[in-house]
């Protein structure tokens, strides 16, 4: 397994685009996250799943944001109508289900977004 | 709200040195906290872990202490190397936190030199 992969790793939209990213978790990993990190700051906290359900939503996801798993596989964070303040690394978490294990999260190497 | 604080932005230290990275937490909900590594054009990596039950976690050249009164932990590198040049984030959860959901501090850019 070659560990959480995320597509793009670069994207550079113009204010008011949607965009759509993918993260692709280790495959026997049930949970997913999502975080996103800003100019000198750690990683926030989007949302997460549990195989297909989203099961908590960050205050930070507003209404133009959207996440699926469909499958309880890979998982795709869309931003409509992007605005400048969206610009950030958008990072895909994902870790098995059980015990401290949950805590223990892989990282994607993220995707970069830039509104223009 | 930063529930999380790593104060120091910054640290430089000699190649065989020890590296002491601090963090602070305001949440006396938290009682798992982790230690990630940051290469740039990477994600994070998660590097050591320790619950609250423990007061210490060691791991090859890598220590976390944990002082809960003080809600205070600190990772400890012996020796250090150039190689462990990266951004090191702390990050905590527990009880009350969406399960698994970690909040992380803003990180220190930790440069070892020869």
């Known amino acids: 397994d070659t560990g959480v992969s995320q597509d793009p790793r670069h994207k550079i939209t113009k204010r008011g685009q949607n965009v759509t990213f993918r993260c692709d978790p280790i495959?026997?990993?049930?949970?997913l996250y999502w975080y996103r990190q800003t100019l000198g700051q750690g990683p926030e906290f989007l949302t997460y799943f549990q195989n297909e359900a989203q099961l908590e939503k960050s205050r930070l996801l507003s209404d133009r944001f959207s996440a699926e798993r469909p499958k309880g596989s890979f998982s795709t964070l869309e931003i409509q109508r992007t605005e400048q303040g969206d610009s950030a690394m958008y990072l895909c978490?994902?870790?098995?289900?059980?015990?401290?294990?949950?805590?223990?999260?892989?990282f994607g190497p993220g995707t970069r977004l830039t509104v223009t | 709200d930063q529930q999380v604080k790593q104060n120091s932005p910054s640290l430089s230290v000699q190649e065989g040195r020890i590296s002491i990275l601090n963090c602070d937490y305001t949440?006396?909900?938290?009682?798992?906290f982790l230690w990630y590594k940051k290469y740039p054009a990477e994600g994070p990596t998660f590097l050591i872990s320790?619950?609250?039950?423990?007061d210490k976690n060691e791991d090859g050249r890598f220590t976390v202490f944990l002082n809960k009164s003080a809600k205070h932990l600190s990772l400890h590198i012996v020796p250090s190397q150039p190689g462990d040049s990266a951004v090191y984030f702390c990050a905590a959860t527990g009880r009350g936190s969406t399960l698994g959901r970690l909040y992380f501090g803003r990180g220190t850019q930790l440069t070892v030199w020869p």
């Open positions: 949440n006396s909900m938290f009682d798992y």
């Open positions: 978490a994902s870790s098995l289900g059980a015990g401290t294990s949950v805590y223990e999260q892989y």
């Open positions: 495959s026997e990993h049930n949970r």
């Open positions: 320790i619950s609250s039950i423990k």
